[in-house]
């Protein structure tokens, strides 16, 4: 079976001047002036398979998900699953084992075929390739600017790790990678109704006080917006006792009339 080692031509035991040579020496023979536009997606899997192993938090994960999944079958494991599209279970595997092999585009339309966010992996497969699985999934929807499906996958899985710890310190950049969808992305992406309620569920879910503050402000901006200015002010100071120091609070300030 095709892996990220595969593609850069290493073994599993590979450091990093080992990784970057590799992706040295494969991309030459991939540049468009040498193997043309189909070398296109070639070069895309490669880069994401070097990415991937230069960073030791993902690569660790990787390596934990791929050696469980892959040790299980012996056969022609894809087309046994494509063959079983009416069995939500076989779907579930067969979306992990194509983001497994790079091919998130399919693994994406899969996903949308079996009804998206409606469609409960968590039901069809092991807990444990449920949350890698959906962590991948989450980092292919950000991609695609998908922010508030990936936003949805984001939350199951930190609900689901404080339940019963399975990702550790791993949990971290999952927890980064939230915040900064919300930071970066998630109001241009959704109406404002959903965002505040997008809000309202992350500061009811026991993050650090900083962080609560601050999408408290943004929770009060949303319900100014919104015309509800009385909830407003009792949200943004509620986030000003949080965090006296709030940063960008005096221009909000001055619109809700909180002193």
């Known amino acids: 079976m095709e892996n990220y080692y595969s593609l850069l031509g290493l ?9 970057k040579k590799a992706f040295r020496n494969k991309a030459k023979h991939l ?8 070398a296109e997606e070639k070069m895309r899997k490669l880069l994401t398979a070097y990415k991937l192993l230069l960073d030791p938090k993902r690569r660790f994960e990787y390596d934990r998900a791929y050696k469980r ?3 299980r079958y012996h056969f022609d494991y894809k087309t046994f699953l494509k063959n079983q599209d009416d069995d939500p279970v076989s779907m579930s595997k067969l979306i992990f084992f194509e983001l497994l092999h790079l091919e998130e585009e399919e693994a994406i339309s899969i996903w949308d075929k079996q009804g998206g966010l409606d469609f409960p992996m968590e039901r ?9 699985c959906n962590f991948l999934l989450a980092e292919e929807l950000a991609k695609h600017s998908r922010f508030y499906e990936s936003f949805i996958l984001l939350l199951k899985l930190v609900r689901e790790e404080r339940r019963a710890p399975y990702f550790k310190h791993f949990m971290d950049e999952v927890e980064s990678f939230l915040k900064e969808l919300v930071r970066l992305h998630l109001r241009q992406s959704v109406d404002i109704e959903t965002y505040a309620d997008c809000l309202e569920t992350l500061i009811g879910m026991g993050f650090a006080p900083k962080d609560r503050a601050r999408w408290m402000r943004s929770l009060a901006d949303a319900l100014f917006c919104l015309g509800e200015t ?8 509620e986030a000003i006792k949080l965090d006296p120091g709030l940063p960008k609070a005096l221009k909000l300030r001055k619109k809700l009339k909180v002193y």
């Not at 069809?124 to 890698?132: P, Q, V």
């Open 230 to 237: 009385i909830q407003a002010q009792k949200i943004f100071r």
């Open 124 to 132: 069809h497969i092991d807990r444990e390739d449920w949350m890698d």
């Open 31 to 38: 540049h468009p002036d040498i193997a043309g536009e189909a």
């Open 69 to 71: 999944f892959s040790s």
């Open 11 to 19: 073994k599993e035991t590979a450091g990093t001047d080992e990784i």
